[in-house]
């Protein structure tokens, strides 16, 4: 079992920037991606980024591309997402999963794991 935990979220004005944070505990010698998706209200959850933590390789969704970087710290164990030029379509619910699967980093089927998510909120 592999625990996540996010933190970093809040409420920032259009333009602005925030990081997030992903902090795994428990199996994590088995996670072979982590990613971050994003729920708005009303909307089905969608894939933003992910990076797999042998080699580094990244994906990212069209709509954060350019504004968004995924990185890890294998040390620490954690997952970060820095996020710029926030827009208010940014605004939903931010997940981080992990799988320990080699699989498409855009599948979400594929990750075992979930956080309980953090509330990103752009004010326009």
């Known amino acids: 079992q592999v625990q996540l935990v996010e933190s970093g979220g809040g409420l920032v004005q259009a333009g602005g920037s925030l990081r997030l944070s992903c902090a795994a505990s428990?199996?994590?010698?088995?996670?072979?991606?982590t990613a971050w998706f994003r729920q708005a209200p009303g909307k089905e959850r969608e894939f933003v980024a992910a990076?797999?933590?042998?080699?580094?390789?990244?994906d990212y969704a069209d709509s954060v591309k350019g504004r968004f970087t995924i990185s890890r710290d294998n040390a620490q164990n954690t997952v970060s997402l820095q996020m710029n030029s926030l827009k208010p379509e940014d605004t939903a619910v931010y997940y981080c999963?992990?799988?320990?699967?080699?699989?498409?980093?855009?599948?979400?089927?594929?990750?075992?794991?979930w956080g309980q998510g953090t509330q990103v909120t752009v004010s326009s």
């Open positions: 999963a992990s799988t320990p699967r080699y699989t498409l980093l855009s599948d979400q089927s594929a990750y075992d794991y």
């Open positions: 428990g199996r994590t010698f088995s996670t072979s991606a």
């Open positions: 990076i797999r933590w042998i080699g580094g390789s990244t």
